[in-house]
Antibody, heavy 113, light 107 residues
Framework: EVQLVESGGGLVKPGGSLRLSCAASGFSFSTYSLNWVRQAPGKGLEWVSSISTTGINTYYADSVKGRFSISRDNTKNSLFLQMNSLRAEDTAVYYC??????WGQGTLVTVSS | EIVMTQSPATLSVSPGEGATLSCRAGQSVSSNLAWYQQKPGQAPRLLIFGASTRATGISARFSGSGSGTEFTLTISSLQSEDFAVYYCQQYDNWLWTFGQGTKVEIK
């Protein structure tokens, strides 16, 4: 069974940093591209970032480009999202996904003073 | 960025009736289109991928159609567990985009 478990969310002040993690199991981790998708409270889904199987190719939404960095560790079956210069509008539940078919339960990031 | 537009924003349906949800892409996404169902407090659940292929374990009440820029999700004979928000998503390239969602509510 595919499992994706996010962690690392919490309350952070504007301008602060946070690192999200996603622990994966139940599939061949290194053969899948991975993604982060977020959902602000009461709002729709927004793609944030994607990473290729090797980690060489990374992609970002304009809203986070230059502030967020996606990475992966194929030896530990883990995906990461380093979030810097956080803003109030980054407040959301962040989901880790494997393609379109598997999503974690999400971790809440709240940016507030 | 490929803009995805869903209609209507809200659909009021009586249990047992059918529902048709629409999704339009700003440019062709071929058949690289997924539909999700989301209930409050839960992660989105994949219903349809490849525009028309049901995901594992999804009821045959759900069917998807379309290609290019026009897509439809049809739910036949709505059950109580089907009242939720539905999103379409294109994955034709690395820069995914989602529609704004259609809320299917009880009439």
């Amino acid at each position: 069974e595919v499992q994706l478990v996010e962690s690392g969310g919490g309350l952070v002040k504007p301008g602060g940093s946070l690192r999200l993690s996603c622990a994966a199991s139940g599939f061949s981790f290194s053969t899948y591209s991975l993604n982060w998708v977020r959902q602000a409270p009461g709002k729709g889904l927004e793609w944030v970032s994607s990473i290729s199987t090797t980690g060489i190719n990374t992609y970002y939404a304009d809203s986070v480009k230059g502030r967020f960095s996606i990475s992966r560790d194929n030896t530990k079956n883990s995906l990461f999202l380093q979030m810097n210069s956080l803003r109030a509008e980054d407040t959301a539940v962040y989901y880790c996904t494997r393609g379109v078919d598997s999503w974690g339960q999400g971790t809440l990031v709240t940016v507030s003073s | 960025e490929i803009v995805m537009t869903q209609s209507p924003a809200t659909l009021s349906v009586s249990p047992g009736e059918g529902a048709t949800l629409s999704c339009r892409a700003g440019q062709s996404v071929s058949s690289n289109l997924a539909w999700y169902q989301q209930k409050p407090g839960q992660a989105p659940r994949l219903l349809i991928f490849g525009a028309s292929t049901r995901a594992t374990g999804i009821s045959a009440r759900f069917s998807g159609s379309g290609s290019g820029t026009e897509f439809t999700l049809t739910i036949s004979s709505l059950q109580s567990e089907d009242f939720a928000v539905y999103y379409c998503q294109q994955y034709d390239n690395w820069l995914w985009t989602f529609g704004q969602g259609t809320k299917v509510e009880i009439k």
